[in-house]
């Protein structure tokens, strides 16, 4: 069994910052790529930013030099850096790993809750 749990999500101000954390937790063995996806009401879902294990970073055009995605291999935590946020921001927050797990090899995607980031202007 794996979790994601993130944490970070609120309100924030046009032009100022907010910081996304996800923590796996539960028969984590391994875990390649992890990002950030998000989904504004009436909105498809779309890919963030996303980091593979070796620190490889992906980007939207959207959130480009604005956002910035990290991790912490010890710790199964990924993050997201929001600055300069602006009210197109606004969305729910969904944090996304591939984890291998101590009982089977094979890697699966799994996701979190979401966590709602509001942003006004």
């Known amino acids: 069994q794996v979790q994601l749990v993130e944490s970070g999500g609120g309100l924030g101000q046009q032009g100022g910052s907010l910081r996304l954390s996800c923590a796996a937790s539960?028969?984590?063995?391994?875990?390649?790529?992890m990002g950030w996806e998000r989904q504004a009401p009436g909105k498809q879902r779309e890919l963030v930013a996303g980091?593979?294990?070796?620190?490889?970073?992906h980007y939207a055009d959207s959130v480009k030099g604005r956002f910035t995605i990290s991790r912490d291999n010890a710790e199964n935590t990924v993050f997201l850096q929001m600055n300069s946020l602006k009210p197109e921001d606004t969305a729910v927050y969904y944090c996304?790993?591939?984890?291998?797990?101590?009982?089977?090899?094979?890697?699966?995607?799994?996701w979190g809750q979401g966590t709602q980031v509001t942003v006004s202007s």
């Open positions: 996304n790993a591939h984890i291998a797990t101590m009982e089977n090899n094979k890697f699966y995607s799994y």
């Open positions: 539960g028969s984590v063995f391994s875990i390649r790529f």
């Open positions: 980091i593979t294990s070796g620190g490889s970073t």
